[in-house]
């Protein structure tokens, strides 16, 4: 069984064990997902790990049967001291999670915030206010999920069962909402915007779905399985940002001008930068070739050239007399 699939069936078995009146081996078994293994064996070793991970897991004996639960007041532990600087580390991750408003880390993360604000004293919170005029977060252009909150529950609970999932999904490029049975891998939080990775039982193929555009979420009692050797980041690895295409190498020649700032700057983990005579600078990437790519070249208006490849040039030059062209 992969990793993240063991990982995730402890997960399952230490919020059981959160209860107080503990589970029994069994139970803890039949309260699995079906897919899940079943076999005692297994159940106690997953215990095992997660005593060895530090969590304070005992078993008593309860009218003739053995239940397992986690220690008393381990479930509410004690205040943690922060201090005002730490808080502040705490603020800017805040913010910086802004665009996640309605999804469960954001809302965790507001949660953990309020708690550790409550148990500073007053003079504390006048300094952490002062450190708010230090730094500053500029988000840039985002999208907001305050609204998708029940979607986006309901996308993080299909994806730990692992259990296929009903959605209506508006296509922009279409201008039609469909129906369709996916199978969903993970939520990826990219360029301001959060996908939906899933497998398309009506494309027959791993696609990426913008979160917004999920009209409805409906989860189903049919359990899949990660087709082994798909890889969540190699099937990220060559966009740009969001959109997935062929992948090409890519050689650019920034002038003098914008050098300057480019070269400070990760547009792709490919990316490979070297400063030539004159200042200006060369910059080869592998990225998927897509409309994506296109509009970042194009940001840069007259400072920048195409190097290769001749399919790239031509589509940019393309778009540039497009533009000219529109009233």
Known sequence: ???????????CILRKLEDSRGFTLQELAHSLPDDYPKHLRTIRRDIYALESAGFPIFNERVEGQVRWRIMEG???????????????????????????DGTQIQSALESAYNKAMAVLPPPSHVYVNQ?????????????????????????????????TVQIRYFSASRGKTTRREVDPYRLWYAAGGLYLIAHCHLREDVRMFAVERIRSATLTDHPYQMPLGFDIESY??????????????????????????????????SQKLSILKGGRLRMTLTVAETRELVGWILSF?????????????????????KILKRE
């Open 131 to 163: 450190l708010q005029g230090v730094f500053s977060v500029g988000l840039g252009p985002h999208k907001t999920y305050s609204h998708h909150r029940e979607i986006i529950d309901r996308l993080t609970q299909a994806i730990s069962n692992k259990r």
């Open 236 to 269: 990220v690895q060559d966009a740009l940002t969001v959109m997935r295409g062929p992948r090409i190498r890519v050689e650019l020649l920034f002038t003098k001008q914008t050098a300057a700032w480019v070269k400070d700057r990760i547009y792709h983990p």
């Open 1 to 11: 069984m992969p990793r993240n699939d063991q990982v995730t069936r402890q997960w």
């Open 301 to 321: 208006g007259d400072q920048v050239t195409v190097i290769q490849p001749e399919s790239l040039r031509a589509a940019v030059a393309g778009e540039a007399r």
């Open 74 to 100: 381990f479930r509410h532990i004690p205040s943690i001291a922060f201090s005002p600087t730490e808080l502040m580390a705490l603020l800017m991750s805040r913010r910086l999670l802004k665009p996640l």
